[in-house]
């Protein structure tokens, strides 16, 4: 039974550092050994890259948003890269060639990291800023981002993701709860040294730290800052550069995300080597802590359960962390078949906390058996 309590303490041990211990250590830290950016006025050239596949609903939108940007207009560029696109994406676009768009349509699908690499490679300006066709952008976003470059040290500059949860439903609320909770480990993260990965819907990257991403990438958000920390850069967060969405309103919505996003996740383990060598990779401690474990949590939870179970007997401690187990599953199962629960928030979080932990555990098995995982749907 000295096995059973072992592994029931390294579970539990696994589960408390990774979602507590953690984001509470790289806030002392952040606290009182904080590195600043040193922030400027600052006017490049720019070019905003946007990777499209088949979004006649959303890319004028996008456009306007993105020619809407406080900036000179001379210094900026939008690019717009059609991923195969056989909508009528291609031809709203080139309505605004006049306006300073550029089209990049290419005939195949391949993915967004093969465009992105495409597109990136023909840009000659100083930065560039990536973002997603869905989310928004506020009118300063391109500014703020810029300004973080004044300072040599940053490499890649995340914009922060603001969701709008009016008229959202309790799945919805749940989602933002938890991306609050993940932007509060990334603002302290970024005080520390970098970010483990960016907003993929708002970055920038300074030209000459991007390193062309295999074309099976299916976190360029996360693979193409940590190349530039690799190479001696910074990756920060900028929390006055906007970019707006509404939460995922369903399960099946964030369900795809997730589990793609958890493939990804698997993918950066199997294929970049250098962000596990200690020597290579300045913020180690952080990648592994805040994307590795995360991996693992879901299994530590089930490893939780099953050891409680097997030796509740010999304390009552153990008999009491069993009723508070029972107590967070019932919550979120609670919520799960009584959508009326959600006005109740700890069973708002409590359904979020499983499911998306459930999504993490399939996305291994994506990863295992989908090699187009890349290929976003």
Same mark, same amino acid.
């Given at each position: 039974?000295? $096995? &059973?309590?072992?592994?029931?303490?390294?579970?539990?041990?696994?589960?408390?550092?990774?979602?507590?211990?953690?984001?509470?250590? &790289?806030?002392?830290?952040?606290?009182?050994?904080?590195?600043?950016?040193?922030?400027?006025?600052?006017?490049?050239?720019?070019?905003?890259?946007?990777?499209?596949?088949?979004?006649?609903?959303?890319?004028?939108?996008?456009?306007?948003? !993105?020619?809407?940007?406080?900036?000179?207009?001379?210094?900026?560029?939008?690019l717009?890269?059609?991923?195969?696109?056989?909508?009528?994406?291609?031809?709203?676009?080139?309505?605004?060639?006049?306006?300073?768009?550029?089209l990049?349509?290419?005939?195949?699908?391949?993915?967004k990291?093969?465009?992105?690499?495409?597109? #990136?490679?023909? !840009?000659?300006?100083?930065?560039?800023?990536?973002?997603?066709v869905r989310?928004? +952008?506020?009118?300063?976003?391109?500014?703020?981002?810029?300004?973080?470059?004044?300072?040599?040290?940053?490499?890649?500059?995340?914009?922060?993701?603001?969701?709008?949860?009016?008229?959202t439903?309790?799945?919805?609320?749940?989602?933002?709860?938890?991306?609050?909770?993940?932007?509060? #480990?990334?603002?302290?993260?970024? !005080?520390?040294?970098? @970010?483990?990965?960016?907003?993929?819907?708002?970055?920038?990257?300074?030209?000459r730290?991007?390193?062309? #991403?295999?074309?099976?990438?299916i976190?360029?958000?996360?693979? /193409?800052?940590m190349?530039?920390?690799?190479?001696?850069y910074?990756?920060?967060?900028?929390?006055?550069?906007?970019?707006?969405?509404?939460?995922s309103?369903?399960?099946?919505?964030?369900?795809?995300?997730?589990?793609? @996003?958890?493939?990804?996740?698997?993918q +950066?383990?199997?294929?970049?080597?250098?962000?596990l060598?200690?020597?290579k990779?300045p /913020?180690? +401690?952080?990648?592994?802590?805040?994307?590795?474990?995360?991996?693992?949590?879901?299994? !530590?939870?089930?490893? +939780?359960?099953?050891?409680?179970?097997? /030796? #509740?007997?010999y304390?009552?401690?153990?008999?009491?962390?069993l009723?508070?187990?029972?107590v967070?599953?019932?919550?979120?199962?609670?919520?799960?078949?009584?959508?009326?629960?959600?006005?109740?928030?700890?069973?708002?979080?409590?359904?979020?906390?499983? $499911?998306?932990?459930?999504?993490a555990?399939?996305?291994?098995?994506?990863?295992?058996?989908?090699?187009?995982?890349?290929?976003?749907?």
């Amino acid at each position: 039974m000295v $096995l &059973i309590e072992t592994a029931f303490a390294v579970s539990l041990g696994m589960v408390v550092y990774t979602f507590i211990g953690y984001p509470l250590i &790289i806030w002392i830290v952040a606290k009182f050994r904080p590195r600043l950016v040193r922030r400027a006025d600052f006017e490049p050239d720019v070019a905003i890259v946007i990777v499209a596949h088949n979004e006649m609903q959303n890319i004028e939108g996008k456009l306007e948003t !993105c020619l809407a940007q406080d900036y000179p207009k001379e210094r900026i560029r939008v690019l717009v890269a059609s991923d195969g696109s056989n909508d009528d994406t291609n031809e709203i676009v080139t309505t605004y060639v006049n306006l300073g768009v550029q089209l990049l349509a290419f005939d195949q699908r391949r993915g967004k990291a093969a465009c992105l690499n495409d597109a #990136i490679e023909s !840009c000659s300006e100083e930065i560039i800023v990536l973002t997603d066709v869905r989310q928004r +952008l506020d009118k300063d976003a391109v500014r703020s981002l810029v300004r973080n470059f004044s300072d040599p040290t940053i490499g890649a500059a995340s914009g922060t993701l603001e969701f709008k949860t009016d008229g959202t439903t309790g799945f919805g609320r749940g989602v933002d709860a938890y991306w609050r909770y993940e932007l509060f #480990i990334r603002r302290q993260e970024s !005080c520390v040294h970098s @970010t483990v990965g960016v907003t993929g819907a708002l970055y920038a990257l300074r030209r000459r730290c991007f390193r062309k #991403i295999p074309n099976d990438t299916i976190l360029d958000d996360v693979v /193409i800052p940590m190349n530039a920390v690799v190479d001696g850069y910074r990756a920060v967060l900028d929390e006055h550069a906007f970019a707006y969405d509404t939460p995922s309103q369903s399960r099946g919505q964030e369900q795809a995300r997730k589990i793609r @996003t958890a493939a990804g996740n698997y993918q +950066l383990l199997a294929s970049h080597r250098s962000f596990l060598h200690p020597r290579k990779n300045p /913020i180690l +401690l952080q990648f592994v802590s805040h994307k590795i474990l995360r991996l693992f949590a879901p299994f !530590c939870l089930a490893g +939780l359960l099953l050891t409680n179970i097997l /030796i #509740i007997s010999y304390s009552p401690l153990y008999f009491w962390f069993l009723v508070a187990q029972a107590v967070g599953y019932a919550s979120a199962f609670i919520g799960l078949v009584w959508p009326r629960a959600d006005r109740f928030r700890v069973v708002t979080v409590a359904r979020a906390f499983l $499911l998306l932990n459930w999504f993490a555990a399939l996305g291994l098995v994506e990863f295992l058996r989908n090699r187009a995982t890349h290929v976003w749907r």
